[in-house]
């Protein structure tokens, strides 16, 4: 029996997760190939968009991969949004708010959601000049992944995301990882 490999990657901004691009309109693309060599059989599990930042876990073993995309396990974002964050906004968000899945209209189910008041562990990126707008920061926890999921809640109560950094898959944390590295996780 093969003995499978698990990782956990801070997949750096600007990079599709995927080794291997079969699309010919977005040949130019950074991908996660040019980070290190890995086995080729070794898959992402999950996805962030090329916009989004942070844990990405790595496998050889395809039920691991099923299990950690399945609603059983949480995945913990990290967002800078444009605007100033409220109780209403954050409660709105827990409830669940309704966003477009495939051009139609789906209701989030309840999440945890919290204003973000220590960022110390996260990574400074320059993203925009404080001349353009106050920032401020959330935690959302959620169980399900549908597409831009996050980005789609917090633009719908009005306040656009300008970072997202995924810091938790399960019991897996981002913790003090910089941006591309990689580190053997067990299962």
């Not at 499978?4 to 950074?30: D, E, W």
């Not at 992402?44 to 609603?71: C, H, M, P, W």
């Not at 949004?81 to 139609?104: C, F, H």
């Not at 999440?111 to 008041?117: D, F």
Request: with cysteine.
């Amino acid at each position: 029996m093969k003995e499978h490999s698990y990782y956990k990657l801070y997949k750096p901004y600007g990079y599709l997760s995927q080794f291997v691009n079969h699309q010919t309109k977005r040949k130019s693309k950074k991908l996660l190939s040019e980070l290190f060599d890995l086995s080729n059989d070794i898959m992402a599990v999950g996805r962030l968009d090329e916009k989004s930042e942070g844990l990405l876990l790595l496998t050889t073993d395809g039920q691991f991969s099923n299990y950690i995309t399945s609603s059983a396990i949480e995945k913990e974002y990290h967002v800078m949004v444009d605007g100033i964050i409220t109780p209403k906004l954050i409660s709105e968000l827990r409830n669940g708010v309704e966003i477009s899945v495939e051009g139609k209209p789906y209701k989030t189910k309840p999440c945890k959601a919290e204003i973000l008041t220590d960022t110390s562990h996260i990574i400074e990126r320059f993203v925009r000049d404080e001349r353009h707008g106050i920032t401020s920061w959330l935690s959302i926890s959620i169980t399900e992944g549908k597409f831009r999921q996050v980005r789609k809640m917090t633009a719908k109560v009005g306040l656009p995301t300008l970072r997202l950094v995924r810091v938790r898959i399960g019991d897996y944390k981002l913790g003090i990882m910089e941006p591309a590295e990689v580190l053997p996780i067990s299962y």
